[in-house]
């Protein structure tokens, strides 16, 4: 479970016979604090790499947005790739399975009728 900020604007493509899937990057921060000594440990934000498959997929293309709050389901995803030197190159991503977004949508103004 994460809850965090949208990092840049997801991407989104259609693969395997038009299934959507979105990508995009969330921001969760630890909050800094200070010792009982006095020392300040400042804030630590950690960057998720989160796919997002079908539903989720199409929701993200239509709603979310650089800087929206979310809250995240899912589970880890490991893999690797070897890169264009043969070198083994290792990464980490979240596979959603939920999703609810958390920033409050704008205020439509009242129609007079």
Do not use: C, F
Not at 39 to 56: A, C, F, G, S, Y
């Amino acid at each position: 479970m994460l809850i965090g900020n949208v990092g840049k604007e997801p991407e989104v493509r259609y693969v395997d016979q038009g299934q959507p899937v979105a990508r995009l990057t969330l921001a969760t921060t630890e909050r800094g604090y200070t010792l009982q000594n006095g020392t300040q440990v400042p804030d630590r934000t950690e960057w998720h790499n989160i796919i997002m498959w079908r539903k989720l997929a199409e929701i993200v293309e239509q709603y979310v947005h650089k800087g929206d709050k979310l809250y995240i389901e899912g589970r880890i995803h490991y893999a690797s790739y070897d890169d264009k030197q043969g070198k083994r190159q290792y990464y980490t991503e979240i596979w959603a399975d939920n999703m609810e977004m958390l920033t409050p949508k704008p205020q439509q103004p009242m129609a007079n009728s």
